[in-house]
């Protein structure tokens, strides 16, 4: 199933859509009618009746939540590092079996496996996604003839699927801090500036057909760039979104500690200013001066709960950030599971368990689920760098609807069933899924859903047996 994009573009698509109750921003509401214009909300209008001619959606509609950071290839590899290898097993053996796995994929294969990770997003409550893409080159380590054919693959999966692109090419130099030599597991991922900026050009013609996409920057980390990259690389797309792996370790912080004499967000903040643009991936490591100057900065911290329990990254200092207005997002960053309503159920239950209480991200009297949807649909919004997040004229048509008919939800409404959905079922029990105005998921399955899963299964089949 490919989208006619361009016939799509040149047509002009209005349309009324009739929601039962949704999430406004000012609350939730009931019989709610929006004006849609392609794809993009045009007028929204509370206490309508539904009327004949307009789609209407039964259920609870949210907002569609971004995810701010994906590798989707990893998706591919879930579930093959539950074996404890080295004694001290960590991020750093996982990191070899995630080498391994990718030495073996080609762009069929990449498309294939981000494919059915963007469905399974799209059925997870996902409508809009960062992907933070590295692996660049064929399997000796030279580039394609077409250096973006990987990110070409990316924009593929996302066009067949209907989940709304943020592409963020990756640059990645150096294998450690202090402008180490990359090694063998890095060749796929590994440029020079002129070759980046060769990828970046290839990357804006990928994504040239995708309804409202949006490309942007990203040097992997602080281990892989050098400090002066940092200003050169956020300066090629000056109004894009710059992305970076930061602090997620604690030997990373050690390391940047006897390397660099400072500690990684630290290093940031002295390198460069941070602003709005800017989405610090994991910042699970922070000194409070750092916490309190990444929320004063305006960037956004790009939170990935499940994978960090995963990794055993540590806990992210979640409450004191909020508490110092700090923008915060979620992403399902390895793919081990994707589901919005899990990664925010994990990032609140991670501080309960730190701290011994309950309720922590609610306001006081307020829902916990709505605090925690409404803050990581803005900042997960701001780290895409695009008009969604919000059920609002000007933005685009991104909603899911919650099934009102589940048992964790039945005869409940506004922020009773939202914290039931979220905390109260194993995966958020939805019902339709639309993006930029159109259907994607209906009655809980996506449209392609078939399809994308037999050709994910061959991909995994071939790559398994040749293990
Ligand atoms: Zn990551």
Redesign the pocket.
């Known amino acids: 199933m490919q989208l006619k994009t361009s016939k799509r573009r040149s047509e002009t698509v209005t349309e009324t859509l009739h929601l039962a109750e949704a999430l406004l921003p000012e609350g939730f509401a009931r019989d709610v009618k929006l004006t849609v214009d392609n794809g993009v909300i045009t007028s929204v209008a509370s206490g309508a009746a539904s009327v004949a001619g307009t789609r209407a959606f039964s259920g609870i509609a949210l907002p569609g939540m971004p995810n701010l950071?994906s590798?989707a290839f990893q998706r591919g590899m879930a579930g093959l590092s539950e074996r404890r290898g080295a004694p001290e097993d960590s991020f750093w053996t996982w990191r070899e079996v995630m080498y391994r796995f990718l030495d073996r994929l080609d762009p069929e294969d990449v498309q294939a496996i981000a494919a059915q990770a963007y469905v399974e997003m799209l059925e997870g409550g996902f409508t809009a996604l960062a992907e933070?893409h590295y692996l660049h080159h064929d399997r000796d380590g030279r580039p394609y003839a077409n250096i973006a054919a990987m990110g070409q693959a990316i924009a593929a999966a996302a066009q067949e699927t209907g989940l709304g692109l943020t592409l963020l090419p990756v640059l990645y130099r150096f294998g450690n801090f202090g402008q180490a030599p990359s090694v063998h597991g890095q060749r796929r991922f590994v440029n020079d500036r002129d070759a980046y900026q060769r990828l970046l050009e290839g990357s804006a013609t990928a994504i040239r057909d995708l309804p409202d996409a949006r490309l942007g920057v990203a040097p992997h980390s602080l281990r892989a760039v050098a400090l002066d990259d940092l200003g050169w690389v956020s300066s090629l797309r000056p109004d894009d979104p710059v992305h970076i792996?930061i602090a997620e370790q604690v030997p990373e912080v050690e390391a940047s500690l006897k390397i660099m004499g400072k500690r990684p967000v630290e290093l940031l903040m002295e390198t460069i200013p941070l602003d709005r643009r800017w989405c610090l991936?994991h910042a699970t490591h922070l000194s409070d001066a750092e916490r309190d100057g990444i929320a004063r900065s305006g960037a956004v911290a790009g939170l990935?709960p499940i994978t960090e329990s995963s990794l055993g990254d540590g806990i992210f200092d979640g409450i004191r950030y909020r508490d110092a207005g700090g923008a915060y997002g979620v992403g399902s960053?390895s793919n081990i599971q994707i589901d919005a309503g899990a990664e925010l159920r994990q990032l609140e239950y991670s501080q309960r368990l730190r701290d011994c209480r309950r309720a922590l991200f609610a306001e006081e009297n307020a829902s916990t689920g709505l605090a925690l949807w409404q803050s990581a649909c803005a900042g997960g919004a701001t780290a895409c760098g695009r008009s969604v997040g919000r059920i609002a004229a000007g933005h685009r048509a991104d909603f899911v609807t919650l099934d009102s008919d589940h048992p964790a939800i039945v005869g409940k409404a506004g922020a009773e069933a939202l914290d039931s959905a979220i905390f109260a079922t194993n995966a958020l029990p939805l019902r339709d899924v639309v993006v930029g105005g159109r259907r994607v998921v209906a009655e809980g399955r996506h449209i392609a859903r078939d399809s994308v899963r037999t050709r994910f299964a061959a991909v995994m089949r071939r790559l398994l047996a040749a293990a």
Do not use: A, G, K, N
């Open positions: 950071h590798h933070f792996h991936i990935c960053d």
